[in-house]
């Protein structure tokens, strides 16, 4: 069992910079591959990137692609997406979420432990 924990949200001008972290719980955490989503209002949870349990392996969607870098901290259980250049499609909430696998995967049925999420808004 896992348990997440995002934080690092705010409010950012268009053009800024914001770091989010997924803090988890349990002593299995460096066997889970890592995911970011994001939502936004009357859409649909969408996929922003993927980490493997080592950290070797990373999957962007297209839209955040050499803009966003995800990675972790197996030390302290700790999952990071740096954003840089944000715009204000950006704006949702961005959830963390884990899976007890280790294929690197897009979709939100493929991940078992999610967090609670935290609000990114980018103003123009």
């Known amino acids: 069992q896992v348990q997440l924990v995002e934080s690092g949200g705010g409010l950012v001008q268009a053009g800024g910079s914001l770091r989010l972290s997924c803090a988890a719980s349990g002593r299995t955490f460096s066997r889970y591959t890592m995911g970011w989503f994001r939502q936004a209002p009357g859409k649909e949870r969408e996929f922003v990137a993927a980490i493997s349990w080592s950290g070797g392996s990373t999957s962007y969607a297209d839209s955040v692609k050499g803009r966003f870098t995800i990675s972790r901290d197996n030390a302290k259980n700790t999952v990071y997406v740096q954003m840089n250049r944000l715009n204000p499609e950006d704006t949702a909430v961005y959830y963390c979420?884990?899976?007890?696998?280790?294929?690197?995967?897009?979709?939100?049925?493929?991940?078992?432990?999610w967090g609670q999420g935290t609000q990114v808004t980018v103003s123009s």
């Open positions: 979420a884990g899976r007890n696998s280790p294929a690197l995967r897009t979709r939100t049925y493929d991940y078992d432990y």
